[in-house]
């Protein structure tokens, strides 16, 4: 039991070009997040999934899209990569909306843009 | 007002003493209430839930007061290893997210 995977961990990338994290879980969660964390700002939220082909927009969705074809697998998209997206990004899923139900977060990838 | 406000720190406390952290959330409608906490380049992790009746877990105590939508965190006897960020974490049920909603944490120091 894995619990939650990223991949990769660590990213150097130049302005304008495109990537794409994988985030995987192995414990059936319904709920899938990814945020990312900067210094002095905390974790903000920038796409989340309730189930398997469905995703919504969180806090700071601008730049990023994310796409939930398999259960397990969420992944998330830059197109066009700014030095702005410069961050620590972390996935994270929860069995559900539960008052009680744990998240769980991956490692964190960590991205520079140049 | 920010959804789930805490003291930023840094806490720089010796060994052995005893620390409190406490968190403000703004929506009357939150339901499930967590400490987590984060280790340096590390991902957060759960550290306990907060009960209405307070509860805790070895030197680990938490209090829930919804009339003043406030949380709090004791630990007794720092460790060195204690050293991390607690983020306080609100569950606000029934939302359109229905996620949890973080603080931005506060640093403790356990110095020797």
């Known amino acids: 039991n894995a619990g939650v995977t990223q991949t990769p961990k660590f990213r150097v990338l130049k302005t304008g070009q495109s990537m794409t994290l994988l985030c995987a879980q192995d414990?059936?969660?319904?709920?899938m997040y990814w945020y990312r964390q900067d210094p002095g700002m905390g974790l903000r939220l920038i796409h989340y999934?309730?189930?398997?082909?469905?995703?919504a927009k969180g806090e700071v969705p601008d730049g990023y899209n994310v796409s939930r074809l398999k259960k397990q697998n969420f992944l998330l998209g830059l197109e066009s990569a700014a030095p702005s997206q410069t961050s620590v990004y972390f996935c994270?899923?929860?069995?559900?909306?539960?008052?009680?139900?744990?998240?769980?977060f991956g490692p964190g990838t960590r991205l520079t843009v140049t | 007002r920010k959804e789930v406000e805490q003291d930023p720190g840094p806490f720089n406390v010796p060994e052995g003493a005893t620390v409190a952290f406490n968190c403000t959330y703004s929506?009357?409608?939150?339901?499930?209430f967590f400490w987590y906490r984060q280790d340096c380049r590390k991902e957060p992790k759960l550290l306990m839930s907060?009960?209405?009746s307070g509860n805790e877990d070895g030197r680990f105590t938490a209090q829930l007061n919804r009339a003043s939508q406030y949380i709090s965190l004791l630990i007794r006897d720092s460790k060195l290893s204690d050293s991390a960020t607690y983020l306080c974490?609100?569950?606000?049920?029934?939302?359109?997210?229905?996620?949890?909603?973080f603080g931005k944490g506060t640093k403790l120091s356990v110095k020797p």
């Open positions: 994270a899923s929860r069995p559900g909306a539960g008052a009680v139900d744990e998240q769980y």
């Open positions: 414990m059936n969660h319904e709920y």
């Open positions: 999934s309730v189930g398997e082909g469905t995703t």
């Open positions: 929506n009357s409608a939150s339901q499930s």
């Open positions: 907060v009960y209405s």
């Open positions: 974490v609100v569950n606000v049920y029934g939302g359109s997210q229905g996620n949890l909603i």
